[in-house]
């Protein structure tokens, strides 16, 4: 397989068009259509759909999008690593991140990565905690930050960051906001540490019994607040139930139910009034923790070493500056099985 050959293939998938790529590859259309073809029978299976409209990649093609990218930059950063003095870390790093947690820290760790180390890029997958793990089990990431998961097979494991879970959805007539308990004040509790929240709290219990709108049993929140409820002997009242985060998120938003939110979400909620709630879970604690993971098989690169260090300081900073409700955790190492 050549270097070429998959350069081809991105700018085949970003056209949507092999007539396109081809005009701006500055390359013959057969010429570009045999390659691509060549591609497909090295690999052993097919990459792209094609119709009178074009090409549209399938999820072969799609996985091997990712992970060209990621090759052709690695192949860029070693020629100029060859060509001029090292000055600082340099290199590829793949950080898988849950998406809900993605849009508040992502945005401060890549902006000073920019500034500070603008040898490396970085390259993110955000999506559900699940394919997180499983970007991480099939080393299509270097760090990945896992939820409640604290040990994982070939993996390098560290606790990293604890955050409460909120009950939240629209609540006009104030029914719901009558139920809640007073907040414990706001006190700063020290560097790490979020402020004692000032947003209502309310038992699981009475959590447990409003209309909710919920993802299937395999999505970690659902689980977590399953295990609550299997363990008070409650029944959840599901009103809705879909996989989908962006139609959980319609539904609520809509009014049609409340759902269980980490911390991390609540930057992205709606704005306090107008009927909105968003109140602490307790009695238990409802919570979740991150923890910070490497491959056991190998020793993290300087490169993958600067983003860890980068995003352990953006994380204690939001939590310093109360953007995050959450607490860091001390960095002792989980336990790992071997690869």
Same mark, same amino acid.
């Given at each position: ?12 998938? !970003? ?72 000055? $600082?870390?340099? $290199? ?18 890549? +902006? ?34 896992? *939820?409640?998961?604290?040990? /994982? ?19 006009? $007539? ?27 709290? /309310? ?5 447990? $019994? ?15 607040? !399953? ?17 989908? %985060?962006?139609?959980?998120?319609? /539904?609520?938003? +809509?009014? +049609? ?7 991390? +979400? ?32 190998? !020793? ?6 600067? *983003?860890?260090? *980068?995003? *352990? ?7 310093? %500056? ?18």
């Amino acid at each position: 397989m050549e270097l070429r050959s998959l350069r081809y293939f991105i700018a085949v998938l !970003e056209a949507g068009s092999l007539s396109r790529a081809a005009v701006a590859l500055y390359v013959a259309q057969p010429a570009l259509t045999a390659q691509i073809k060549k591609l497909e029978l090295e690999l052993g299976t097919q990459l792209f759909e094609r119709s009178h409209a074009g090409v549209t990649p399938t999820a072969a093609g799609l996985q091997l999008y990712q992970d060209a990218r990621k090759l052709l930059s690695d192949a860029s950063a070693m020629r100029d690593r060859l060509q001029r003095p090292p000055e $600082g870390p340099e $290199g590829s790093v793949t950080v898988a991140v849950p998406f809900l947690l993605s849009s508040l820290l992502l945005g401060p760790v890549l +902006a000073r990565l920019k500034r500070t180390h603008p040898r490396i890029r970085v390259f993110v997958i955000d999506d559900l905690s699940l394919m997180v793990r499983k970007a991480m089990v099939d080393r299509r990431a270097d760090i990945g930050l896992l *939820v409640d998961t604290e040990y /994982l097979n070939g993996l390098d494991v560290t606790p990293f960051v604890r955050e409460p879970m909120f009950i939240c959805g629209y609540d006009p $007539g104030g029914d719901v906001a009558a139920m809640t308990l007073p907040s414990p004040g706001g006190k700063k509790q020290g560097r790490g540490k979020a402020a004692t929240s000032r947003r209502p709290m /309310l038992p699981f219990a009475r959590a447990a $019994g409003l209309p909710l709108v919920l993802q299937s049993r395999r999505f970690s929140i659902r689980a977590s607040v !399953e295990a609550a409820a299997n363990d008070l002997g409650l029944e959840l009242n599901i009103a809705h139930e879909h996989d989908s %985060a962006r139609v959980i998120r319609s /539904l609520y938003l +809509a009014g +049609a139910g409340f759902t269980f939110s980490p911390a991390c +979400a609540m930057a992205d909620a709606p704005p306090a009034g107008g009927g909105w709630l968003a109140a602490r879970v307790v009695q238990p604690d409802l919570a979740r923790t991150y923890y910070l993971a490497t491959s056991s098989a190998r !020793e993290p690169d300087p490169a993958t070493r600067a *983003v860890m260090q *980068v995003l *352990v300081d953006e994380t204690r900073a939001l939590i310093d %500056a109360g953007r995050w409700e959450a607490e860091f955790l001390p960095g002792r190492r989980g336990k790992t099985a071997g690869p």
